[in-house]
């Protein structure tokens, strides 16, 4: 059974995402178990960095209309169906992003709604292919068939390793389609994001979060973003700074905030709700450091330290920065 | 105005989860049923909307599901809905037949606006409102953490990855809710004496027409174990020393 892949590209302007390249790992691995092929699918307007920057990893397909010059679910989902039925592809995958939770599902619903969410494994039995999916903020894991054709899912960039280049570049074809496609009815009025020299979250080797501990948002950047620049990493937050105001939303950690595997996570002064627990429990080194011995957070990590936040932190910043401990990004 | 708020109906996921050793489904027949967080916040939205126009509009909440999803429904009527439609349903569905079924009732009731939960906490899907939009053709906003209701339009803040982004949609459309849009009310004694005598259509699933077809086959469920080290440490010194040894650091 040789399967026709298609992973829509998340970019932000000039690159494809980091998330996009594990969902074409996934992709790529369901490939050379099937026998297929994979294709990307660039989606915007003025993309041609984008699709220069997707061709060394695999073919690419373009649509590039001022229609898509923001990610409206409307077109999007319209110009991803479109393609797929025209194309005839058997499975269309995405990263488990904002953007594509958005679009995609519409996009699945126009193609037989056969979707699968944040998959973290596959693996090809009898000729079926069986996902791993997460459930109850993880605590429980379903493995699913998908029943019809396409096949649509979105991938958890942290189960996955990033695809590399291929050494060549791919071809690059762009797409035209009717007017029709592109009609939206909805209008966009803007983004608003704060402006962080640290990495995403969702992108860092390294990161560092806090809970309930910091007072303010001032404690929050001294502490937190102290450690996270010490360690060059990406600082995050549980739910409750979040809702107090103190971190900005797209910090969150969690089951309803971004789920993430670095290769280190420290949480600081977070007690580990299971919520908190969805977003970060399969990082690959857990660090926890709370006042209160008997916090959740300690029964998955691999060092916990009792103490202080306030205390501790400062100390740990000074005596990294005197070692020199860090990982690049 | 019309609102229609559908709902759904999740084991109280504060409790610890686990799969059945056989691997046949969720262990939780001993756990509660609770309104899905995100549709209570859905629900608590459509609300103040109608409170706030003050006229004779109107917030259905629907549920499908065994017959006593109407507990949850008398729940979601003290908070304040209008009326409530339960589908009486003993199979289990995902998100595409879920979909399917809320279609039928959209086009019985002819709502304005769809307010729904981005997600249910217990499949985690984040499909079904997106499902709906599609299968209604209507525009769509998902995650909103803000809605504002203009003469024919809605405009809402959406949470996304890289910060909040500001959509405006003619009506009718539908909304998926995030966390931080509002916090649902407690019903009061007052509203649960109200949900008492309000409307509470049992409507059997064989009714609106739609041949189920699955979409997602479960093969089977397993409790998701990490094994940690779970050392303790008694210092700063040896924390800096065991990031320095296991994560690869450039001493």
């Given at each position: 059974?040789?399967?026709?892949?298609?992973?829509v590209?998340?970019?932000?302007?000039?690159?494809?995402?980091?998330?996009?390249?594990s969902?074409l790992?996934?992709?790529?691995?369901?490939?050379?178990?099937?026998?297929?092929?994979v294709?990307?699918?660039?989606?915007?307007?003025?993309?041609?960095?984008?699709?220069?920057?997707?061709?060394?990893?695999?073919?690419v397909?373009?649509?590039?209309?001022?229609?898509?010059?923001?990610?409206?679910?409307?077109?999007?989902?319209?110009?991803?169906?479109?393609?797929?039925?025209?194309?005839g592809?058997?499975?269309?995958?995405?990263a488990?992003?904002?953007?594509?939770?958005d679009?995609?599902?519409?996009?699945?619903?126009?193609?037989?709604?056969?979707?699968?969410?944040d998959?973290?494994?596959?693996?090809?039995?009898?000729?079926?292919?069986q996902?791993?999916?997460?459930?109850?903020?993880g605590?429980v894991t379903?493995?699913?068939?998908?029943?019809?054709?396409?096949?649509?899912?979105?991938?958890?960039?942290?189960?996955?390793?990033?695809?590399?280049?291929?050494?060549?570049?791919?071809?690059?074809?762009?797409?035209?389609?009717?007017?029709?496609v592109?009609?939206c009815?909805?209008?966009?009025e803007?983004?608003?994001?704060?402006?962080?020299?640290r990495?995403?979250?969702?992108?860092?080797?390294?990161?560092?979060?806090?809970?309930r501990?910091?007072?303010?948002?001032?404690?929050?950047?001294?502490?937190?973003?102290?450690?996270?620049?010490?360690?060059?990493?990406?600082a995050g937050?549980?739910?409750?700074?979040?809702?107090?105001?103190?971190?900005?939303?797209?910090?969150?950690?969690?089951?309803?905030?971004?789920?993430?595997?670095?290769?280190?996570?420290?949480?600081?002064?977070?007690?580990?709700?299971?919520?908190?627990?969805?977003?970060?429990?399969?990082?690959?080194t857990?660090?926890a450091?709370?006042?209160d011995?008997?916090?959740?957070?300690?029964?998955?990590?691999?060092?916990?330290?009792?103490g202080?936040?306030?205390?501790?932190?400062?100390?740990?910043i000074?005596k990294?920065?005197?070692?020199?401990?860090?990982?690049?990004? | 105005m019309?609102?229609?708020?559908?709902?759904?109906?999740?084991?109280?996921?504060?409790?610890?989860?686990?799969?059945?050793?056989?691997?046949?489904?969720v262990?939780?027949?001993?756990?509660p049923?609770?309104?899905?967080?995100?549709?209570?916040?859905?629900?608590?939205e459509?609300?103040?909307?109608?409170?706030?126009?003050?006229?004779?509009?109107?917030?259905?909440?629907?549920?499908?599901?065994?017959?006593?999803?109407?507990?949850?429904?008398?729940?979601a009527?003290?908070?304040?809905a209008?009326?409530?439609?339960?589908?009486?349903?003993?199979?289990?569905?995902?998100?595409?037949?879920?979909?399917?079924?809320?279609?039928e009732?959209?086009?019985?009731?002819?709502?304005?606006?769809?307010?729904?939960?981005?997600?249910?906490?217990?499949?985690?899907?984040?499909?079904?409102?997106?499902?709906?939009?599609?299968?209604?053709?209507?525009?769509?906003?998902?995650?909103?953490?803000r809605?504002?209701?203009?003469?024919?339009?809605?405009?809402?803040?959406?949470e996304?990855?890289?910060?909040?982004e500001?959509?405006?949609?003619p009506?009718?459309?539908?909304?998926?809710?995030?966390?931080?849009?509002?916090?649902p009310?407690?019903?009061?004694?007052?509203?649960?004496?109200?949900a008492?005598?309000?409307?509470?259509?049992?409507i059997?699933?064989?009714?609106?027409?739609v041949?189920?077809e699955?979409?997602?086959?479960?093969?089977?469920?397993?409790?998701?174990e990490?094994?940690?080290?779970?050392?303790?440490?008694?210092?700063?010194?040896?924390?800096?020393?065991?990031?320095?040894?296991d994560?690869?650091?450039?001493?």
């Amino acid at each position: 059974m040789s399967m026709r892949i298609v992973v829509v590209a998340e970019h932000d302007g000039t690159a494809v995402r980091g998330a996009s390249l594990s969902a074409l790992a996934f992709a790529q691995s369901a490939a050379a178990t099937t026998g297929g092929e994979v294709s990307w699918l660039v989606l915007g307007h003025q993309v041609d960095a984008v699709a220069q920057d997707a061709a060394r990893f695999a073919p690419v397909l373009v649509v590039d209309s001022p229609a898509l010059e923001h990610p409206i679910a409307e077109p999007f989902a319209r110009v991803i169906s479109t393609v797929v039925k025209e194309r005839g592809f058997e499975l269309v995958a995405a990263a488990s992003s904002t953007f594509a939770k958005d679009i995609v599902p519409r996009a699945a619903a126009q193609l037989g709604g056969a979707m699968a969410s944040d998959v973290v494994r596959h693996e090809l039995v009898d000729g079926r292919l069986q996902l791993d999916t997460p459930r109850y903020a993880g605590a429980v894991t379903a493995t699913v068939v998908l029943q019809g054709s396409p096949q649509i899912v979105t991938v958890r960039g942290s189960a996955y390793v990033a695809a590399q280049p291929t050494g060549e570049a791919h071809s690059v074809e762009r797409l035209e389609l009717d007017a029709a496609v592109f009609s939206c009815r909805g209008s966009y009025e803007g983004l608003k994001s704060k402006q962080n020299a640290r990495p995403d979250v969702t992108e860092a080797r390294v990161v560092v979060s806090g809970g309930r501990a910091f007072k303010n948002a001032e404690d929050f950047e001294q502490h937190v973003g102290g450690l996270a620049d010490a360690l060059g990493g990406a600082a995050g937050s549980s739910r409750a700074l979040v809702d107090a105001g103190i971190a900005p939303n797209e910090l969150q950690v969690g089951q309803t905030g971004k789920i993430i595997a670095p290769e280190v996570y420290i949480a600081l002064g977070i007690s580990g709700a299971v919520q908190h627990l969805a977003g970060m429990k399969n990082s690959r080194t857990i660090v926890a450091v709370n006042s209160d011995p008997e916090a959740p957070i300690f029964d998955v990590a691999d060092y916990g330290l009792v103490g202080d936040v306030y205390k501790i932190t400062p100390e740990l910043i000074e005596k990294l920065e005197s070692h020199a401990v860090g990982l690049s990004r | 105005m019309k609102i229609l708020v559908p709902t759904k109906r999740v084991p109280d996921t504060d409790q610890k989860i686990t799969a059945t050793a056989d691997g046949s489904g969720v262990a939780s027949d001993h756990l509660p049923f609770v309104v899905n967080p995100f549709d209570a916040i859905a629900l608590e939205e459509g609300v103040r909307i109608v409170e706030k126009l003050g006229d004779d509009s109107e917030v259905i909440a629907v549920g499908i599901g065994e017959a006593d999803y109407v507990q949850q429904l008398r729940t979601a009527l003290a908070m304040g809905a209008t009326r409530a439609i339960c589908v009486e349903c003993n199979q289990s569905l995902d998100p595409w037949n879920v979909a399917r079924l809320l279609k039928e009732i959209v086009l019985r009731e002819k709502p304005d606006l769809v307010l729904m939960g981005k997600q249910a906490v217990d499949d985690d899907a984040n499909q079904t409102g997106q499902f709906l939009a599609a299968l209604l053709d209507w525009p769509q906003a998902t995650f909103a953490s803000r809605v504002e209701l203009l003469a024919g339009e809605i405009r809402v803040d959406r949470e996304t990855d890289h910060g909040i982004e500001t959509l405006r949609l003619p009506l009718p459309a539908v909304v998926t809710t995030d966390l931080r849009l509002n916090e649902p009310r407690y019903a009061s004694m007052a509203g649960i004496m109200k949900a008492k005598k309000k409307p509470l259509d049992v409507i059997p699933v064989a009714e609106l027409g739609v041949a189920l077809e699955p979409r997602v086959e479960v093969l089977r469920y397993h409790s998701s174990e990490t094994v940690r080290r779970g050392e303790r440490l008694r210092s700063v010194d040896e924390l800096v020393e065991r990031l320095r040894q296991d994560v690869g650091a450039q001493a």
